[in-house]
Nanobody
Framework: QVVLVESGGGLVQAGGSLRLSCAIR??????MGWFRQAPGKEREFVAA????????YYAESVKGRFTISKDNAENAMYLQMNSLKPEDTAVYYC??????????????????WGQGTQVTVSS
């Protein structure tokens, strides 16, 4: 059983920063990731991280601007988002993957999802 709760979304101007948090409640050691879904679009992969945090993987659209990290002592995962653009506007979801090959960037590799947090970037 995995329970995930996101927080930290909000409204920010283009060029600004936000830090999303995902509170994790689980006894498993699954790789985890962030996805996002903009209005009228399919949910897309943003970033993934191993349970230990020693490996990360990013979508090309966010590479160099976003940083995924984990703090297992705090039972949390984070997404630091810098240099935000209007096209980053979406609902952001954290997720956990019980199976699949690394890097886990496919939607169907993730079994557990949070409720999402809205990020809006104004131009």
């Amino acid at each position: 059983q995995v329970v995930l709760v996101e927080s930290g979304g909000g409204l920010v101007q283009a060029g600004g920063s936000l830090r999303l948090s995902c509170a994790i409640r689980t006894t498993s050691s699954y790789p985890m990731g962030w996805f996002r879904q903009a209005p009228g679009k399919e949910r897309e992969f943003v970033a993934a991280i191993t349970w230990s945090g020693d490996s990360t993987y990013y979508a090309e659209s966010v590479k160099g601007r976003f940083t995924i990290s984990k703090d297992n002592a705090e039972n949390a995962m984070y997404l630091q988002m810098n240099s935000l653009k209007p096209e980053d506007t979406a609902v952001y979801y954290c997720a956990a993957s019980s199976s699949g090959r690394w890097p886990r960037q496919r939607l169907n590799e993730y079994d557990y999802w949070g409720q999402g947090t809205q990020v809006t970037v104004s131009s």
